[in-house]
């Protein structure tokens, strides 16, 4: 089955820096690849995905990479605030089945 | 989107035994899916919610310990049986609004305390 590994673990960053988090997946036949922002005691909730006919994708702050020859993708965000603090996970899927990466904890400090 | 109610929020439950979590969404869905979260780790998929049918589990999970029922399109159960301190986690329900974008909607979570 799929693997998604996900990199680095803890992320401190300054106010105003960009942060970048990495992932891994194993199955070449996943085509769908969210990113998924937990606050403490919150759900997780979608804040960008990619599918796997687009190599890129941009909303605002937030740029999410494809590159399917080495199933990797990531996570760009750029002029970090404090309330981008939270845990980040990244997710592949073929289907509607999708697992999830350990998480990344962003702190961004001001 | 899609609105997902889990009750209850958290529980506090003696080792031993049962509890069952409810999952309720404000519109029928095709795919719903119960997840599990242990303190400070990633999301793990337990099941599948099939309706009408018995839920596909995923590797490590068996209908024993985690039955699940899916009477409709916009209700599932999920019963931690025999409850030991290792289930101890937040159990979050799933569901895919819209077939074509596949994104995935969290209920708020059930965190269950096993003493």
């Known amino acids: 089955g799929e693997n998604v590994e996900q990199h680095p673990s803890t992320l401190s960053v300054q106010e105003g820096d960009s942060a970048v988090i990495k992932c891994t997946y194993s199955?070449?036949?996943?085509?769908?690849f969210p990113w998924y922002k937990q606050e403490l005691g919150k759900r997780p909730q979608l804040i960008i995905d990619?599918?796997?006919?687009?190599g890129e994708k941009k909303d605002q702050r937030i740029a999410v990479t494809l590159n399917k020859t080495a199933k990797h993708f990531s996570l760009h965000i750029t002029e970090t605030q404090p309330e981008d603090s939270a845990v980040y996970f990244c997710?592949?899927?073929?289907?509607?089945?999708?697992?999830f990466g350990a998480g990344t904890i962003l702190r961004v400090k001001s | 989107s899609a609105v997902i109610s889990q009750k209850p929020s958290r529980d506090i439950c003696q080792r031993g035994t049962s509890l069952t979590i409810q999952c309720q969404v404000d519109?029928?869905?095709?795919?719903m899916f119960w997840y599990r979260q242990q303190p400070g780790q990633s999301l793990t998929l337990i099941a599948t919610a099939n309706q009408g049918s018995e839920a596909t589990y995923e590797s490590g999970f068996v209908i024993d310990k985690f039955p699940i029922s899916r009477p409709n399109l916009t209700f599932s159960t999920l019963t931690v049986s025999n409850m030991s301190p290792e289930d101890s986690s937040i159990y979050l329900c799933?569901?895919?609004?819209?077939?074509?974008?596949?994104?995935?909607?969290f209920g708020e979570g059930s965190r269950l305390t096993v003493l």
């Open positions: 199955d070449s036949a996943s085509n769908y």
């Open positions: 990619i599918r796997s006919n687009v």
């Open positions: 997710a592949a899927s073929s289907g509607n089945k999708l697992v």
């Open positions: 519109s029928q869905v095709t795919m």
């Open positions: 799933s569901v895919v609004a819209h077939f074509n974008t596949g994104e995935l909607f």
